[in-house]
């Protein structure tokens, strides 16, 4: 994965958030913010409750040229999160869209994410090989018939898939706005922050908006948009450029741009250097950048969850 750090920070602030980024050299990959995950199973810890985690049902991403990309959650996206929430007494409950076995992004199974520790790498292999509910998740469907009530957070972790099914499943935007009106803890990275789109009026028209260019199509279906206005972080364009094409990661280009599509929803994108660490907070959401961000972006939602238990 080659990795570029030329684009330009975004400094701008606001009340009612805050960023939390950590500057490293090059990749920077030993510092202790990318600490190898100790052990290899679930914390044992008092159980606070539970905190609902959305994985994608795709397998596969749709590229231009009719071309295909083989995806699905982030290693470490999911993995130190997790361990973060586990560790700090919280219960995972896990659900997609189809009920069907959810798998990580084979580019993200490199010790790369994890300090350059292919232990670390291999630790988190079998710490989520411990939750079978990642296999044999619940559907979206079963936790709108059950209710949202018990659930005092909801964690969406990246990889390209949640750009094929999320951002468009309706029944995810029912269970996100339940969040949203509670102003319960949402914590979104990398490419999760798409699936906040599926809370517009009409996801599946957005997407196809998008995908079109029919930015004032697309502006139209979004208005009233619940999380319009607030300022979050995505995996940026320039990040995403860098591995599009032949040769590199995706062997070929997106459809549309995670920070366009947000953007035009009526986000305030933030981003920072190119694969940079960078978590921001804005009222009940925590967002990170990408995939080098998961250990302070699972810190801030661990603490986003204690002090909103606090209150």
């Given at each position: 994965m080659s990795i570029d750090t030329t684009e330009d920070p975004d400094s701008e602030g606001s009340k009612g958030h805050s960023r939390r980024n950590v500057m490293i050299g090059g990749l920077g990959l030993s510092l202790a913010l990318l600490a190898p995950i100790a052990g290899a199973g679930p914390a044992l810890a008092a159980d606070r409750s539970q905190v609902l985690i959305i994985l994608s049902s795709a397998g596969e991403l749709k590229l231009k040229d009719g071309k295909t990309y083989k995806t699905g959650f982030y290693l470490d996206e999911l993995s130190i999160p997790l361990r973060k929430l586990v560790e700090a007494g919280y219960t995972p409950v896990f659900a997609n869209p189809e009920g069907n076995a959810a798998t990580f992004d084979p580019v993200s199974n490199d010790k790369a994410f994890f300090g350059n520790d292919d232990n670390a790498r291999a630790a988190a292999v079998r710490f989520l090989e411990g939750?079978?509910?990642?296999?044999?998740?619940?559907?979206?469907?079963?936790?709108?018939?059950?209710?949202?009530s018990d659930y005092v957070g909801i964690f969406i972790p990246g990889g390209h898939a949640p750009m094929q099914d999320l951002i468009q499943n309706k029944t995810l935007g029912d269970i996100l706005k339940t969040f949203h009106a509670n102003a319960r803890p949402t914590g979104v990275i990398c490419h999760g922050p798409t699936a906040l789109l599926s809370t517009v009026s009409d996801p599946v028209a957005y997407r196809e908006a998008m995908v079109a260019g029919d930015i004032f199509k697309a502006s139209k279906i979004a208005e009233g948009w619940p999380y319009a206005g607030y300022r979050l972080t995505v995996f940026a364009t320039g990040e995403e450029r860098i591995i599009e094409g032949p040769g590199q990661q995706l062997g070929g280009s997106v459809l549309f741009y995670a920070a366009d599509?947000?953007?035009?929803?009526?986000?305030?994108?933030d981003r920072i250097a190119a694969f940079q660490p960078n978590v921001i907070e804005d009222r009940e959401l925590v967002s990170g950048q990408q995939p080098f961000s998961s250990d302070a972006f699972g810190e801030a939602f661990v603490a986003k969850l204690l002090a909103s238990a606090a209150r």
């Open positions: 939750y079978p509910g990642i296999k044999a998740p619940r559907t979206l469907a079963d936790v709108v018939r059950e209710g949202t599509a947000l953007a035009q929803a009526g986000a305030h994108v």
